[in-house]
Nanobody, 123 residues
Framework: QVQLVESGGGLVQTGGSLTLSCAASGRTFSENYSGWFRQTPGKEREFVAV????????YYADSTKGRFTISTDFAKNTMSLQMNNLKPEETAVYYC????????????????WGQGIQVTVSS
């Protein structure tokens, strides 16, 4: 059974930084693409960033490019999202997920999800 558990969320001021972590059991991050999504009430879950199974390439939403960094630690079987210069509109529940097949930018392509963790950016 695959389980993903996020940690590291919380409250941060505008312009601040936060690092989210996702720990996996039952499957390794080296097997396939893995990514981060976020969701605010009343909106669809949106793509944030994705990293390849080998960890060699990563892709970001335009809104996060240059400020967020996704990475994996195969020894610990964890995935992280370093978020810098955070904005109030980025307040959301953040989810880590493991890709199954299809476009890495859409939620339907992922079959394993964490429970989500709240990130609140105060203005």
């Amino acid at each position: 059974q695959v389980q993903l558990v996020e940690s590291g969320g919380g409250l941060v001021q505008t312009g601040g930084s936060l690092t989210l972590s996702c720990a996996a059991s039952g499957r390794t991050f080296s097997e396939n693409y893995s990514g981060w999504f976020r969701q605010t009430p009343g909106k669809e879950r949106e793509f944030v960033a994705v990293i390849t199974g080998k960890g060699g390439s990563s892709y970001y939403a335009d809104s996060t490019k240059g400020r967020f960094t996704i990475s994996t630690d195969f020894a610990k079987n964890t995935m992280s999202l370093q978020m810098n210069n955070l904005k109030p509109e980025e307040t959301a529940v953040y989810y880590c997920a493991m890709h199954r097949m299809g476009s890495v930018y859409v939620t339907d392509s992922y079959n394993y999800w964490g429970q989500g963790i709240q990130v609140t950016v105060s203005s």
